[in-house]
């Protein structure tokens, strides 16, 4: 079953050590932070839609930890987009689909654990990257409703642009791809992503953000330095004992075994005791 059963460890792992590059983030005022993906950066999305436990996190002990309470949040607390939020002195963002009257001055969460850059992955359970893409556009539709072109232009020219996808593609391969060699299964998976990164940050959204420096393709870029952040491809093939060498020097106090679940190295995707199976472990809070 896999996929956002990775999130818990796997999360931790990669706050640890994204956070010294938040200081991309911060600007005179305050930039939007825009994020797509899955369960690394899902902050309750799947809450909303019609999908199953395996593609939730919304009972405890998620969230236990910091919200203190499940938040639909992979983790015990808070994720890499909320800590960079938090950096960068913005609220944390709600996830889009949570109702409500979102502002999205501060920028929107698209992520939805179990996504994958193919629209097949997890089909029918999750957003897929491609929706999750339309979203934004009708994000930036209202912005250009309510600030007007030119504010909305600069909000969007500033903003921070978080992506974490692919992890899903590969962990759960749909059925029509399986006699796919490999090879030609990542120019997919990449062809994907790269056609949704190219569009967020050319953007042909309208003309708008394209107009950020000129015609130049990857003008945001250029003109305001990082402002894209892409989570690295973890090792797969190690899961579920993806560890940190040296838990110490991250914070951690235990980089071999996963704090929520079952089976060797607490592996088994049981945490909470909601998607078959009851039995789960959970290790003591610090
Ligand atoms: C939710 O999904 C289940 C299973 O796929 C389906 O039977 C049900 O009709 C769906 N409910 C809604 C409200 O879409
Ligand atoms: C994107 O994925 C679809 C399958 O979902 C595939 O048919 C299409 O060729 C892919 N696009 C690129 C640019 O690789």
Known sequence: MATPSLS?????LLGGLLLPTTSAVHSDK???????????YDPGTNNYINTTTDFQANFLPYGESFFTCPTGRFSDGRLIPDFIAEYAKLPLIPAYLKPGDHQFEYGANFASGG?????????????????????????????RQKLGDKV????????????????????????IYQSYPIGEYVELVFGNLSTVIKVITRSRVHGLVDSCAGSDAWGIYEEGGRKFGFVNMPPLGCL??????????TGFKDGTSACCGSGPLGG???????????????CEQS
């Open 268 to 282: 088994v995707y049981s945490c909470g005791g909601m998607r078959g199976i009851e039995e789960y472990e959970l």
């Open 115 to 143: 996504a994958g850059a193919l629209v097949e992955s997890h089909q029918g359970f999750v957003i897929d990257l491609h929706t999750q893409l339309s979203y934004f556009k009708d994000v930036v539709k209202l912005l």
């Open 30 to 40: 305050h930039s939007a932070l825009f994020t797509f993906g899955d369960s690394l």
């Open 8 to 12: 818990l460890s796997i999360t931790l």
């Open 240 to 249: 579920p004992n993806t560890r940190t060498q040296t838990p110490g020097s």
């Open 152 to 175: 909305a232009k600069q909000l969007l020219c500033n903003a921070v642009y978080l992506i974490s996808i692919g992890g899903n593609d590969y962990l759960a391969r749909s059925s």
